[in-house]
């Protein structure tokens, strides 16, 4: 197995996508598996079409189901909402694996690899990028 790291800088956007530097890190490696992992209590993984309002409309689906009220939630350090922050990994998980044939991705059409994370608090997080030879 191969592992890499990416160091992501995702400043104040929920979604961020990391197709290319997943299909970059996948290139040379032929048929196999990836794991992308978010090591944060914070952040997750999803699959999902960027670029078609797709992420903004993500972005709004977990301001609904997780609102920022502070008093909601029983974790109540850091910014306002952060409880809520806490709670995003159970909703969209922190890690996600992809086929690889030949060296590429073995997504849909409009599928993307995206990091999600409310956590305004953190706009520098590490992915982990883990290649499984098939």
């Known amino acids: 197995m191969e592992t890499v790291e990416l160091h992501v800088h995702n400043g104040d956007h929920v979604v961020t996508d990391l197709t ?3 299909e970059r890190f996948c290139a040379a490696r032929g048929d ?16 999902i079409e960027t670029g078609a309002g797709s992420d903004l409309d993500l972005a709004a689906t977990l301001q609904a189901l997780l609102p920022r009220e502070e008093e909601r939630y029983r974790h109540r350090h850091g910014s ?10 159970a909703i969209i998980s922190p890690s996600l694996v992809v086929p690889v044939f030949g060296g590429h ?9 995206v990091l999600v994370d409310t956590n305004g608090d953190n706009p520098q997080r590490t992915v982990r990028l883990s290649f499984v030879p098939g």
């Open 20 to 22: 290319t530097e997943v």
């Open 80 to 89: 306002d909402g952060h409880g809520a922050d806490h709670v995003l990994p």
């Open 32 to 47: 196999g598996l990836v794991n992308v992992f978010a090591p944060h209590a914070t952040a997750g993984l999803a699959l």
């Open 105 to 113: 991705l073995a997504l849909g059409t409009w599928q993307s690899i």
